[in-house]
């Protein structure tokens, strides 16, 4: 099942917490910032996207793969796009909670 709204839930950092559900983008946060974000593929594949953020303790850094993250009433935002390489090649973004494909998913 393909998903094209995401809502954030906050999880703290070192806890259990289950595996995103379609459509939830887990805040996993540490030390009081988003850390990292969780979520299921939007292509329906199933895939975990576990995505590690750009935060004051973990500033953007050439050749080390982090994106921003941004949190609004219409839901969350990642940047830059995400580029899955492997299995289903899924090619996206994710601006105010809504998960756009780019041309070259699949390929």
């Known amino acids: 099942m393909m998903v094209t709204k995401y809502k954030s ?3 703290q950092f070192g806890c259990d917490r289950p595996a995103p559900a379609a459509g939830e983008m887990q805040v ?4 009081g910032e ?3 974000v969780d979520f299921v593929c939007p292509c329906g594949c199933g895939n975990s996207c ?3 953020l750009v935060t004051d303790q973990h500033p953007r850094v050439e050749g080390i793969h982090r994106w921003s993250y941004a949190e609004g009433d219409a839901g969350p ?9 492997g299995e ?3 090619h996206f973004t994710i ?5 756009v494909f780019h041309s070259d998913t699949g390929k």
């Open 50 to 52: 576990y995505t590690p």
């Open 34 to 36: 988003p850390y990292a």
């Open 9 to 11: 839930v906050r999880y």
């Open 28 to 31: 996993i946060v540490k030390g």
């Open 95 to 99: 601006t105010n909670g809504e998960a």
């Open 88 to 90: 289903c090649k899924a």
């Open 77 to 85: 935002t990642l940047a830059p796009s995400i580029r899955w390489t």
